[in-house]
């Protein structure tokens, strides 16, 4: 059974750091590409990262660039995303994904139950 795992959130202020975590478990982890996406109240869903679990290759969005970074630990079946410099437009429930590479960080199949990141001003 695939399963991912997010864990991580919670409230901070803004300018502080968070980082999540998404537990991947039921595939192969170098065959995926992990994403992180974003969902404000309101708004449509936003990706923010990925990281391909081949190489190692990373995305982000502009919105994030320079403050979040995406590393993941293939012994762990493990991927982060370290988040600095927060902003309260960052608060959101945060996802990670995860969709056979040879799509690259095109189409995902699988989803986890997010976790709330809040930024206080």
């Known amino acids: 059974e695939v399963q991912l795992v997010e864990s991580g959130g919670g409230l901070v202020q803004a300018g502080g750091s968070l980082r999540l975590s998404c537990a991947a478990s039921?595939?192969?982890?170098?065959?995926?590409?992990i994403g992180w996406f974003r969902q404000a109240p309101g708004k449509e869903r936003e990706g923010v990262s990925c990281i391909t679990g081949s190489d190692g290759s990373t995305l982000y969005a502009d919105s994030v660039k320079g403050r979040f970074t995406i590393s993941s630990d293939n012994v762990k079946n493990t991927v982060y995303l370290q988040m600095n410099s927060l902003k309260p437009e960052d608060t959101a429930v945060y996802y990670c994904?995860?969709?056979?590479?040879?799509?690259?960080?095109?189409?995902?199949?699988?989803w986890g139950q997010g976790t709330q990141v809040t930024v206080s001003s």
């Open positions: 039921g595939f192969t982890f170098d065959d995926h590409a």
């Open positions: 994904a995860a969709g056979d590479s040879v799509y690259g960080c095109s189409l995902y199949d699988y």
